[in-house]
């Protein structure tokens, strides 16, 4: 069974920075790869950052680069979201998902190519 806990979510003051992790039981993200969502009040869930299985290549939402790295620890087969420059907008709960089978070779980008899902963590960004 595929069990994702997300963790490393808080108030924080615009400009601040904070980072996300993803644990995985039951799955290993160097097989699979991973993405993170995010979805604010009101709005619908949308695509954050993924890394893929194959290399570990970063994607992330265009309007959103710049600020975001996303890294993976094989070792503690945990995966991280570093968030800086944060901003009122960023206030949302944000998920990790991973794809149901191993060497994924569809989009990071399509919530669809998810089938296990933590259950979030909140950010909240103060102005």
């Known amino acids: 069974q595929v069990r994702l806990v997300e963790s490393g979510g808080g108030l924080v003051q615009a400009g601040g920075s904070l980072r996300l992790s993803c644990e995985a039981s039951?799955?290993?993200?160097?097989?699979?790869?991973m993405g993170w969502f995010r979805q604010a009040p009101g709005k619908e869930r949308e695509f954050v950052a993924a890394?893929?299985?194959?290399?570990?290549?970063?994607y992330y939402a265009d309007d959103l680069k710049g600020r975001l790295t996303i890294s993976m620890d094989n070792a503690k087969n945990m995966v991280y979201l570093q968030m800086n420059s944060l901003k009122r907008d960023d206030t949302a709960v944000y998920y990790c998902?991973?794809?149901?089978?191993?060497?994924?070779?569809?989009?990071?980008?399509?919530?669809?190519?998810?089938?296990?899902w933590g259950q979030g963590t909140q950010v909240t960004v103060a102005s």
């Open positions: 890394i893929s299985w194959r290399n570990a290549v970063p």
């Open positions: 998902a991973v794809p149901e089978r191993q060497y994924y070779s569809g989009s990071y980008f399509r919530q669809s190519g998810y089938k296990y």
């Open positions: 039951g799955r290993t993200f160097s097989r699979s790869g």
